[in-house]
């Protein structure tokens, strides 16, 4: 628990973390004001939101932590707290932070924008506030697979990019097998093509928990295995 604690506050010192919320944040606030100056400011929350965030949301999901974590066990200080770890079990935990940092990563900015937008249009935005939970389940998800990758591959950047490549080439072929109610983009912004929450916006996310989720344990039986030989 004690680790747990301690790598939830680790979160808020890492630079990739804020990286990542100013991003969403220029992404966010961009499209909104691009909109503003158009002159198409009838559902800007919706169309804020839908413009260009949902293009690269798994990449900044991915970012806070998953190059930290590569990073680690190229220095001695990770490996150190590998060894020391190792026997209380810390990566079902550290699963947990990584998606809960890739969740506050998408869900921070797109609550400033939904609270402008209700500064601006009024309470018919409010309508849109069960739509906040997107976010959450969303960057939760590729946080996760983002973590768990980790445990499938030796290479830094794997995966802070293996989301977004993933996510596009599910863009591009889901609609040619026929699994558009599926169509990734609408898992965070369900208004690009008019439509509103369902309970599809669940499913992608909640596939990548439990692939990540299997990665995890699988790692965790090797890194203990290993210790017992």
């Known amino acids: ?52 965030m949902p293009f690269v949301a798994p990449l900044l999901a991915a970012m806070p ?79 996760t697979f983002s973590y768990g990758l980790t445990f499938a591959n030796r290479q830094r950047y794997v995966p802070l990019v293996m989301p977004q490549v993933l996510y596009m ?3 591009y072929a889901f609609p040619h097998i026929h699994l558009d109610k599926f169509y990734p983009p609408l898992d965070i912004a369900p208004s690009i093509i008019g439509g509103e929450m369902s309970a599809e916006r669940f499913a992608i996310p909640g596939a990548l928990t439990a692939a990540a989720l299997i990665l995890t344990v699988s790692g965790a039986i090797k890194a203990k295995v290993g210790e017992e030989v």
């Open 169 to 171: 080439l599910c863009i």
């Open 1 to 52: 628990m004690r680790f747990f604690k301690t790598d939830m506050k680790r979160i808020f010192t890492e630079p990739a973390f804020f990286l990542s919320l100013l991003l969403g944040a220029l992404l966010l606030f961009g499209a909104m004001g691009y909109l503003i100056v158009s002159g198409e400011t009838e559902g800007l929350y919706a169309r804020s939101q839908a413009l260009a």
């Open 65 to 143: 932590y998953s190059v930290m974590i590569m990073r680690e066990r190229e220095t001695r200080y990770g490996i150190m707290m590998t060894v020391k770890l190792r026997k209380s079990g810390y990566q079902l935990p550290r699963l947990v932070t990584c998606g809960l940092s890739g969740a506050a990563a998408l869900f921070i900015p797109q609550l400033a924008l939904f609270v402008t937008c209700i500064a601006l249009e009024g309470a018919s935005v409010s309508e849109k506030a069960g739509e906040l939970v997107l976010p959450l389940t969303f960057g939760f998800g590729y946080g």
